[in-house]
């Protein structure tokens, strides 16, 4: 079965930097889209970034655009998201999510991790 | 963006009756949408794709309505692993944007 954890989460100051990686089993990952999703303290879900299943293509939310880069080791079944100049609004729990199709995208987002949570405070 | 508005923020109910959930969007988006079910601490759960269409292992239970822009998710004889939050979510247009949410409660 699907199975995505997420993990590199942790506390860090306004301004640094996070890598979170979630690494992937029980489906063909190299022909899959995968997405990066979080959710702030109390508020609803944001989604945040999209890398196509070859890695060539990439989509931001424009909150993170130009901070953050999503990335892929399809050897390592494994994506990444790299997380520069983070700031408060940055705080909130990082889900990753396999994209449904069939390397196309976007499509539904059909499997969620447990996700990982990030702080950002002094 | 698209801008997805789901309504009402919170469905106070009771368990057996019916809930049905609305989510509008900005602009049309087809039937391009999605429902997902969030309980706090656990993983989103994909329940509806393209605004009608159940996903794996998915109960009957849940049913998915609209197009263009005017979105509804209905949850028949609600039980108590029902009650969660609720997000419709579009993927008509980058970027990809969810609703604020809906909660279902008790």
């Known amino acids: 079965q699907v199975h995505l954890e997420e993990s590199g989460g942790g506390v860090v100051q306004p301004g640094g930097s996070l890598r979170l990686a979630c690494t992937a089993s029980?489906?063909?990952?190299?022909?899959?889209?995968m997405h990066w999703v979080r959710q702030a303290p109390g508020k609803g879900l944001e989604w945040v970034a999209f890398?196509?299943?070859?890695?060539?293509?990439?989509f931001y939310a424009d909150s993170v655009k130009g901070r953050f880069t999503i990335s892929r080791d399809n050897s390592k079944t494994t994506v990444y998201l790299q997380m520069n100049r983070l700031t408060t609004g940055d705080t909130a729990v990082y889900f990753c999510?396999?994209?449904?199709?069939?390397?196309?995208?976007?499509?539904?987002?059909?499997?969620w991790g447990q996700g990982s949570r990030v702080t950002v405070s002094s | 963006e698209i801008v997805l508005t789901q309504s009402p923020a919170t469905l106070s109910l009771s368990p057996g009756e019916r809930a049905t959930l609305s989510c509008r969007a900005s602009h049309n988006i087809r039937t391009y949408l999605a429902w997902y079910q969030h309980k706090p601490g656990q993983a989103p759960r994909l329940l509806i794709y393209?605004?009608?269409n159940r996903a794996t292992g998915i109960p009957a239970k849940f049913s998915g309505s609209g197009s263009g822009t005017d979105f509804t998710l209905t949850i028949s004889d609600l039980g108590p692993e029902d009650f969660a939050v609720y997000y419709c979510?579009?993927?008509?247009?980058?970027?990809?944007?969810f609703g604020g949410g809906t909660k279902v409660e008790i």
């Open positions: 393209d605004a009608s």
């Open positions: 999510a396999k994209d449904g199709g069939l390397e196309v995208g976007p499509s539904e987002l059909d499997f």
């Open positions: 890398v196509r299943h070859d890695g060539l293509i990439q």
């Open positions: 979510q579009q993927r008509s247009n980058w970027p990809l944007t």
């Open positions: 029980g489906f063909t990952f190299r022909s899959y889209g």
